[in-house]
């Protein structure tokens, strides 16, 4: 089979390892060289140095849990060309011998070119996609939070989310502040809606009628106070969001403020085709379709 990468290189990446196969075609011969690195980054370092001396021009790794991303990123910087690979595609590749270790069929698959390589997308959008990530994760924890603040409610009799639609709204929250002060008149609960809820006041009175103890007073405060943070630190990552888009977002307008000003140019200098502003001059909130795909 023909060689395509005559000096190559592949790595088993583990938690605290990473083991390396360089493969070199020297006078027509395979030559094999097995090493072991640590994670950490001066070793990573030093893997690097040695795939460089030794002129390797391509470097293929499985996409092992998160272990790869910090080998990929130190290799990155070098004149390699990097390949990650879907470890359930190399598996399927026919041909492999019981006693080869991991990094030198995957070298023997790179050097002949059967892996098929996985996208890994640039540095800033990878770092989009962890903001974006984790805001998606935070905003699961802010509705488990207001899951417990309606649990808690219900076991204390209090009946709000029967008759107002958004427990964390403006009247929702002034009653549960009222509830966590000590206040337990419904007729004084009831006061503190907005004049906008559907609800009557006969309602409202009924449906605040409970028996709220300082245990539950204690969880609604312990979840309100997780409720804001929350809410805190989704406002924190929209802002970093905001301020690594904007450059994008700038070097788009200028780029079809410039189109419109070439002849025959007849697109809106912030729109496309279709009419729909491009993606970087939207809210963060438009761009985790894009930016949350699996990888």
Same mark, same amino acid.
């Given at each position: ?48 140095? $040695? ?16 272990? $790869?991303?910090?080998? $990929? ?31 030198? $069929? ?48 219900? %076991? ?37 809606? %907005? ?58 307008t200028i780029d079809h403020c410039s189109r419109r000003q070439s002849p025959g ?31």
């Amino acid at each position: 089979m023909q060689v395509l990468y005559p000096r190559c290189c592949a790595l088993d990446v583990h938690k605290a390892t990473v083991v390396a196969c360089l493969r070199l075609v020297i006078d027509g011969k395979v030559v094999k060289e097995v090493r072991t690195f640590e994670t950490t980054t001066a070793s990573l370092m030093a893997l690097s140095d $040695w795939l460089a001396d030794n002129k390797c021009t391509h470097i293929a790794m499985e996409a092992t849990g998160v272990y $790869w991303k910090p080998v $990929w990123h130190i290799l990155a910087a070098g004149e390699f060309e990097l390949v990650l690979a879907n470890a359930a595609h190399v598996k399927n590749v026919p041909g492999r011998k019981t006693d080869v270790s991991d990094a030198e $069929w995957l070298a023997d698959l790179l050097a002949h070119g059967l892996i098929r390589a996985s996208f890994v997308p640039d540095t800033p959008t990878q770092e989009l996609r962890a903001l974006l990530r984790t805001r998606k994760q935070l905003v699961r924890e802010q509705s488990s939070h207001v899951l417990r603040v309606q649990k808690t409610l219900e %076991d204390a009799n209090i009946k709000l989310d029967s008759v107002i639609s958004d427990v964390m709204g403006k009247s929702g929250r002034a009653m549960l502040k009222a509830l966590i002060a000590g206040v337990t008149d419904p007729a004084k609960l009831a006061l503190l809606a %907005d004049g906008r809820l559907k609800a009557s006041p006969a309602q409202l009175r009924e449906a605040l009628r409970g028996r709220v103890t300082k245990n539950h007073r204690f969880l609604l405060r312990l979840h309100l106070r997780q409720i804001d943070a929350l809410d805190d630190a989704i406002a924190a990552i929209d802002r970093q969001v905001e301020a690594d888009i904007e450059p994008s977002r700038r070097r788009q307008t200028i780029d079809h403020c410039s189109r419109r000003q070439s002849p025959g140019c007849t697109s809106h200098p912030l729109r496309n085709r279709a009419g729909h502003e491009p993606l970087s001059l939207r809210g963060p909130s438009h761009l985790l379709g894009m930016y949350l795909s699996p990888q």
